[in-house]
């Protein structure tokens, strides 16, 4: 995303994709920081509405629910959370520029599936159930209960990796974050701030 960003120096890209790669693996690094993906994320800049406004790939009622699913992916502690960084609005502006159109369906149908399970599982869509909810629904969806497949547990691997390179391309993500632990393995629930250790980019997390 742009900021500060466009100043970054050969020496503090590569730090960064190696605290990428700390983060969520090899693998996923290599397939979301292609030289076009790398250059559409450093030039997005981050919108104050566009979880009220429908996306280039997302409609509008599935840009409030990805806002949510940010929230809770990475809440805000001390510092803020990937909703108010707008990575909701980064997701669909990196899915529209580096992505096939199979794999924008299928990030537009996990979306729709978790809110769909949230209906069914709360009787409420995934904007309207509680937090404490949020992050039981989506506990449940690594865990392949409450509906969820295996393939969509795999979709949401895909985009959370994808969000938190979002989150780190932002200047906040980049140097204020200190107190994330990623576990691209799967979600371990509540981890407790205080027991976190210092580590490149790390900050609390869902």
């Known amino acids: ?86 990575v909701h609005g980064f997701l669909d502006h990196q899915l529209s520029a580096c992505y096939s159109n199979t794999q924008q369906t299928q990030a537009i149908n996990l979306v729709d599936k978790i809110n769909q399970q949230s209906k069914t599982n709360y009787a409420k869509g995934f904007n309207h159930i509680s937090s404490e909810q949020q992050t039981a629904l989506l506990v449940a969806l690594e865990s392949q209960a409450l509906g969820f497949s295996a393939q969509d547990k795999k979709q949401f691997s895909a985009l959370k990796s994808l969000l938190i390179f979002g989150y780190f391309t932002t200047e906040v993500g980049a140097t204020q974050a200190l107190n994330y632990q990623a576990i691209p393995g799967g979600f371990k629930g509540s981890v407790p701030y205080s027991t976190l250790k210092k580590s490149w980019g790390s900050l609390a997390f869902y």
Request: proline share 5%.
């Open 1 to 86: 995303m742009k900021s500060n960003k466009q100043n970054i120096h050969l020496e503090s890209k590569r730090q960064f994709l190696r605290g990428l790669t700390a983060l969520i693996g090899g693998v996923a690094v290599s397939q979301l920081t292609s030289t076009n993906a790398l250059a559409n994320a450093f030039n997005y800049e981050a919108q104050p509405d566009s979880a009220l406004k429908a996306g280039k790939v997302f409609s509008k009622p599935q840009m409030q629910i990805l806002h949510d699913i940010c929230a809770t992916v990475l809440p805000k502690t001390d510092t803020p959370s990937a909703a108010e960084l707008d």
